[in-house]
């Protein structure tokens, strides 16, 4: 069975730029989780949609956005790209809420 | 208070010590609990999922809960140098809330 698929596996951009990531959860699964790593630190929560719906958000600014399909695979878009957002972005996938969750290998974007 | 709090270490043992990582939580109203491998520059692995208090023991790792404090560990037995890497503990709330993970090396 294919785990969580993310797209692409790294990116460089210029700041100022827009950026979109992709994501397709295990199979069965209807919940995707978007997170940033930046280096050195720990998971900071972007993103959570589930059956399409976005259902909480983390502290993160408005040009962090996503959306989720149809068949669960989702996207995250960050617009008006700075150097900070340089990290490597994890989607994680789950059966719903209350359930062990699955994480891809990341999009590892560069800012520059 | 952050909801979920870990020792960032470095945590450094040698091949074969038994190996204890720890977390504490602050709100009594999480339920599931997960530990997660990373290594460098990969996703994180989920290594267990655990629902109440207790033990729970895959092969040579043992996660333990303990709501009645709010204190959750992994322990890795015979340890490996292939054990290197960050260990992650997560529950579940609103959302998945995840520590800021302990850095283990294992040396040869």
């Known amino acids: 069975e294919a785990g969580v698929t993310q797209s692409p596996t790294h990116l460089i951009k210029t700041r100022g730029q827009q950026v979109t990531l992709r994501c397709s959860p295990i199979s069965g699964h209807t919940s995707v989780y978007w997170y940033q790593q930046a280096l050195g630190l720990g998971l900071q929560f972007l993103l959570w949609y589930d059956e399409g719906e976005e259902r909480n958000r983390g502290n993160f600014p408005p040009r962090f956005s996503g959306r989720q399909f149809p068949n669960y695979s989702s996207e995250l878009n960050v617009n008006a790209l700075e150097l900070e957002d340089s990290a490597l972005y994890l989607c994680?996938?789950?059966?719903?809420?209350?359930?062990?969750?699955?994480f891809g290998q990341g999009t590892r974007l560069t800012v520059v | 208070q952050k909801e979920v709090e870990q020792d960032p270490g470095p945590l450094s043992v040698p091949e074969g010590a038994i190996v204890s990582l720890n977390c504490t939580y602050s709100?009594?109203?999480?339920?599931?609990f997960m530990w997660y491998r990373q290594y460098s520059r990969k996703g994180p692995e989920l290594l267990m999922y655990t629902y109440s208090s207790g033990n729970k023991e895959d092969g040579r790792f043992t996660a333990q809960v303990d709501k009645s404090s709010k204190y959750i560990s992994l322990f890795i037995r015979d340890s490996q140098p292939s054990d290197s890497a960050t260990y992650l503990c997560?529950?579940?709330?609103?959302?998945?809330?995840f520590g800021p993970g302990t850095r283990l090396s294992v040396l040869p």
């Open positions: 994680a996938s789950s059966l719903g809420e209350n359930t062990e969750a699955f």
């Open positions: 709100n009594s109203a999480f339920q599931y």
């Open positions: 997560a529950t579940y709330g609103q959302n998945f809330v």
